[in-house]
Structures are given as C-alpha cells and as structure tokens.
C-alpha cells in the first residue's frame, strides 16, 4: 500500500505508527526510494535480471546433459572426425549441444548488461566451447560460467540493501537454481546469495512474510 496516497490524515498518522511499531529502523523520509526498490524488485528490471539468472542456470542444466550426452573422447582431433560423422548421418545431440550453449550465452549476455556490467566475458567464454573438446574441458568451461554467475551475484543484493536500508530477506535463486548448482559442483554460488540473508530458499521479495506493506491492504506494487 502507497501510504503517500491515504488521503486521510489520522489514518495515515495511524497506519505510520503501525510501521514504526513493526518496523522501528523505518524512516518515513525514505519511504519513496524503498518503494521504489521494492517496486525494481518485484516487477522491475532488478526482477526481470534476477528470473534471467535463474533462466540462465536452467540452461546450463541443459548445456550440462548435452555434454555428456556427446559422449566425447579425451582426443579433440577424434571427437571433431566423429560428431563430424554422426552430424552427417542425422544424429542431433551436436545440434543439441550447440543449441544449449547458445541459449546459455544469449542469457546471461542479458543477465550481465542487466546488472551493469559488460557481455564481452560472456561472448569469449562460447567463442572458446567446442564440441571437439574432452568432456573434462566441457565441464570446465561449464564451472567457469558458473564462477561468472557468483561474481555477479553481489551487484543485486547490494543495489537491494542501498535502497531498503537492510539486506535482502529473499534469494536471488530458486530452488531449482539451487539444485542444479549443487549438481554442478557449485556450491560457492549458493553459499554467496545466502551472505547476510535469513529467509528460506524459496523466498521472494513479494512473499506475505516480508512485506512491510502487506498488513496494511496489499502489496507496495
């Protein structure tokens, strides 16, 4: 609820003291900058940046089975005869592999212009990703986006805290997200979200428990 637009004096008074009862670090000065990050965070770009990462892991999930799924050998000059030869003959997991990868970087491309910084980490990282490559390289261009992700993590959870004046009570990533990450070996990219934060994983800046807003009618949105 916008308390700016409770035309009734008393009733504004009313529900401002309510606030400082249940929240007393709430300063009415800042009411408008936390409502609009809280706003940037439930349907605004901060939103839109955060279900691209979560998108993004999704893809590597994919990216990850189709690795496997070419069943390379630790030789790129066998490899590169081989999905040559079973490209030819109509076996897709090539064409599924580089669909994957592309998916990947075509996400997270957006993810990192989204957060203020550059898609040229991005763009080098699938430059390099061939289906010539052994399954260890594979996996390790994989855990490298991986450590891509966990150095971006930082920039939401900060721009949050800025604006509501406290850490964030919400997960960047899903469960889902968290899982596949644990799958891949990537725990230091879930252990970095949950620095300075104490809601349950499948939290969100919108959930009823962390709402400010939420007894007073509705939703800041």
Request: glycine share 12%.
């Given at each position: 609820m916008d308390l700016s637009k409770v035309s009734n004096f008393r009733q504004r008074q009313r529900l401002a003291g309510l606030v400082a009862q249940a929240y007393p670090e709430f300063d009415m000065t800042q009411y408008p900058v936390?409502?609009?990050?809280?706003?940037?965070?439930?349907?605004?770009?901060a939103a839109?940046?955060?279900r691209g990462l979560n998108t993004a892991i999704a893809h590597l999930d994919t990216l990850n089975t189709a690795t496997d799924a070419l069943d390379n050998a630790p030789v790129q000059v066998w490899n590169y005869i081989a999905?040559?030869?079973?490209?030819?003959?109509?076996d897709p997991r090539v064409v599924k592999f580089n669909a994957a990868a592309n998916a990947v970087e075509g996400e997270l491309a957006n993810v990192f212009k989204g957060m203020g910084a550059t898609d040229q980490e991005i763009k080098s990282w699938r430059e390099q990703l061939?289906?010539?490559?052994?399954?260890?390289?594979?996996?390790g261009a994989i855990k490298q986006v991986t450590e891509l992700l966990g150095g971006r993590m930082d920039a939401?959870?900060?721009q949050y805290k800025?604006?509501?004046?406290?850490a964030k009570d919400f997960h960047l990533l899903s469960p889902t997200s968290v899982g596949i990450l644990h799958k891949l070996g990537a725990?230091?990219?879930?252990?970095?979200?949950?620095?300075?934060?104490?809601?349950?994983?499948?939290?969100?800046?919108?959930g009823d428990g962390s709402d400010p807003f939420a007894q007073f009618g509705g939703k800041s949105r």
């Open positions: 936390r409502l609009g990050t809280r706003k940037e965070f439930t349907t605004g770009k839109v940046n955060i999905n040559k030869a079973l490209t030819g003959v109509g061939s289906t010539s490559q052994s399954p260890e390289q594979l996996h939401p959870a900060e800025t604006g509501m004046g406290r725990d230091e990219v879930i252990t970095r979200d949950r620095i300075g934060d104490t809601a349950a994983p499948s939290a969100s800046p919108s």
